[in-house]
């Protein structure tokens, strides 16, 4: 009778790569200190996770982060941070705010922060329209980048599943927050979570971590049956292309 509400039994990130979270030390709103990045390490451990890619915000306005300041930072957490028996963080990307001064640079050059080498992690503002990553996203193409969007289901202005469709058309790839599911950024964007989970549009689930609490709070993530089946197709692809 109550077969609707089985649950889905199996460890939700056991293997995987968190490929966006803010663990680099002193650098953005993520990890203040390296003890801090030395907490988040052991969430991660406890969660399963094998590797971690850092990425933190490079947004003109807020975060003017560059290559260096970012490399800097990566040193600094190898260098205190890194264990033998730790979850291994072997490079570092970064969360690309999608804004003027992102398309102005693009139209010089070619970002530097990928991950993978290929993958270019991507956003925009909570309220921003979709016009502007829909150039962006043709132009790194032309650069034969993969544009990644981070956490679709946090954008209040994407209301309905065929907005979400028309986008990954254009050649997007969608990374859910996991933390979403739990709620955590409010029941609306929980909701479009679960819907944007049902009907098959992510390719990747990431913790979008700040601090240690977030990968705490993770550990009471539980899904229905129906998710888990979603969820493993997403670990698959994730485990392919982030080993
Ligand atoms: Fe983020």
Redo the contacts with the bound molecule.
């Keep these: 009778m109550f077969q609707f509400f089985k649950k889905y039994q199996k460890p939700l990130f056991e293997g995987l790569c968190d490929m966006?979270?803010?663990l680099l030390p002193s650098i953005d709103d993520g990890s203040k200190d390296i003890a801090m990045s030395s907490k988040m390490l052991e969430g991660y451990l406890a969660l399963g996770f094998t590797s971690v890619i850092p990425?933190p915000?490079v947004y003109q306005e807020l975060y003017p982060n560059t290559p260096e300041t970012v490399k800097d930072a990566f040193g600094n957490l190898s260098k205190h941070c890194l264990k033998e028996e730790s979850v291994k963080v072997p490079s570092y990307g970064a969360?690309y705010m999608v804004d003027e001064v992102f398309m102005k640079n693009l139209e010089s050059g070619i970002p530097e922060l990928l991950l993978k080498e290929k993958y270019i992690l991507l956003?925009i503002n909570f309220f921003g329209a979709t016009a502007m990553l829909e150039s962006a996203c043709f132009q790194l193409q032309q650069k034969e980048l993969r544009p990644i969007l981070?956490h679709p289901e946090r954008y209040h202005l994407m209301e309905n599943v065929a907005t979400y469709k028309a986008l990954k058309n254009k050649g997007f790839y969608f990374q859910l927050n996991a933390l979403s599911l739990l709620g955590h950024y409010g029941p609306q964007v929980k909701q479009k979570a679960e819907k944007l989970l049902q009907a098959g549009l992510y390719d990747f689930v990431a913790t979008?971590a700040h601090h240690p609490q977030h990968l705490k709070t993770l550990q009471s993530l539980r899904l229905s049956k129906k998710q888990g089946l979603m969820w493993e197709g997403i670990r698959e692809f994730q485990l392919d292309r982030f080993s």
């Design positions: 966006h979270n803010h990425t915000h969360e956003e981070a979008d």
